[in-house]
């Protein structure tokens, strides 16, 4: 996760990061703990395959005829909930397919804050009317992220195959603000939607977002399917980085913040921004990216797990191949800690590993490498290039 804002209006932000660290007993806000430290990860939990669109970059091809019968019950996931408590886990995020329709998702909310647990939601926005805005308030969710994939109906109703959804995303998001949960736009970037960022940003703004979320495609689920024919160029990416970058700057971090997910060399596009210009937080940025030692948090400082209680290393590392085992099994307080196991091995020790143009990167330290999924979906090799590196021998940074 590439916090734009953070980094670019960081004044203080090193020195609170630096203090939650020194007092890991203490709760950590929300927007540090990216630089917290912590060995105990963000938890991506998808509480169901079920959703009411069937969206073309899916990364876990939901829709709705997805079956539900083997979902964890009630009970596994209120004792799943337990588990993450006991370990101090600090923020679990309810995903799909769509969150709202597990019939349960208020109980488990209510639950989990009890225990001490931020709980924040990842929706498309369909399901939100001012009831179900102040339900998810009462539950104490703190954050909704809702996912706009276009500034037009046109564009957004294509992605979600939904004649319809775009009135009613945008609409889901007054219902929350006006409920007072505070919510934020996602967009996942492509080459059907590039042209809209802009307007897409603005139209966040007036609706009184306060995060703006921009995801890459990676080939998973769905995605997969429409990566090659989705998937922006270098040239496309760099656009859109120095857009994000331009609002980031003239926006007060107070009103939105701007982060980019899924390409963690992204960091050296903003580094590179801030020096360019002679930014007075330029020092501190480094510092804040210098303390994740190294890009991708999945495996690590993030966690994923399945409607069926598989755990993964992140959301879109959801097969086989990455599977490290079930909470039914064993108890994700267990699974986690077991770094003998092969795949939590490779993504923990994947600095050490790594080959390739990666390795004699002079910028290695900074992203780690990218994104291991599309590394090994696009070029057969876990420790090889992220395909998506936009960074060439062209790119400079002091």
């Not at 670019?8 to 932000?13: K, Q, R, S, V």
């Not at 890991?24 to 060995?39: E, H, N, Q, R, T």
């Not at 309810?94 to 804050?113: I, K, N």
């Not at 307007?199 to 609706?207: E, G, P, T």
Request: with cysteine; aromatic share 8%; glycine share 10%.
């Amino acid at each position: 996760m590439n916090r734009i804002t953070q980094c670019l209006h960081g004044h203080g932000t090193v020195s609170a990061m630096m203090k939650h660290r020194q007092t890991p007993s203490d709760p950590v806000p929300s927007k540090y703990l990216a630089f917290s430290g912590m060995p105990r990860p963000v938890v991506f939990w998808n509480l169901t395959e079920r959703c009411n669109l069937s969206c073309t970059h899916c990364y876990s091809r939901s829709g709705p005829d997805c079956r539900t019968e083997s979902e964890l019950t009630t009970s596994e996931a209120l004792g799943f909930i337990d588990d993450l408590a006991s370990m101090g886990v600090p923020l679990v995020l309810f995903s799909g397919g769509e969150p709202l329709l597990r019939h349960d998702v208020w109980e488990l909310a209510e639950y989990g804050v009890a225990k001490g647990i931020k709980i924040a939601l990842s929706t498309n926005g369909t399901l939100i009317t001012s009831k179900i805005a102040a339900k998810i308030r009462k539950s104490g969710i703190e954050y909704a992220g809702i996912s706009l994939d276009g500034a037009t109906a046109a564009t957004h109703d294509r992605f979600r195959g939904m004649q319809g959804a775009f009135n009613r995303s945008v609409a889901a998001i007054t219902h929350c603000h006006d409920a007072g949960v505070r919510c934020g736009v996602r967009v996942t970037l492509t080459r059907e939607n590039f042209g809209e960022l802009g307007d897409l940003i603005d139209l966040a703004m007036s609706l009184g977002a306060s995060r703006f979320c921009l995801y890459w495609l990676v080939p998973s689920g769905r995605g997969s399917e429409s990566y090659s024919r989705m998937q922006l160029g270098n040239k496309e990416v760099t656009e859109a980085l120095n857009l994000l970058y331009r609002k980031a700057e003239e926006t007060d971090p107070d009103t939105m913040e701007f982060l980019t997910v899924d390409s963690p060399q992204d960091s050296i596009h903003l580094l590179q921004s801030m020096e360019r210009d002679g930014s007075p937080d330029l020092d501190d940025a480094r510092d804040l990216l210098t303390s994740l030692n190294g890009g991708c948090s999945a495996g690590n400082r993030v966690a994923n797990v399945d409607p069926l209680g598989n755990v993964y290393p992140c959301q879109f590392a959801r097969s086989r191949d990455f599977f490290i085992g079930n909470i039914r099994d064993r108890p994700f307080s267990a699974l986690w800690a077991d770094s003998s196991h092969p795949v939590l091995a490779l993504f923990r020790e994947k600095p050490l590993r790594i080959k390739g143009e990666c390795r004699e990167c002079r910028y290695f330290g900074i992203c780690g490498g990218g994104c291991r999924v599309r590394a090994y979906r696009e070029e057969g090799d876990f420790l090889e290039k992220d395909p998506f590196c936009f960074i060439n021998e062209n790119t400079t940074l002091q």
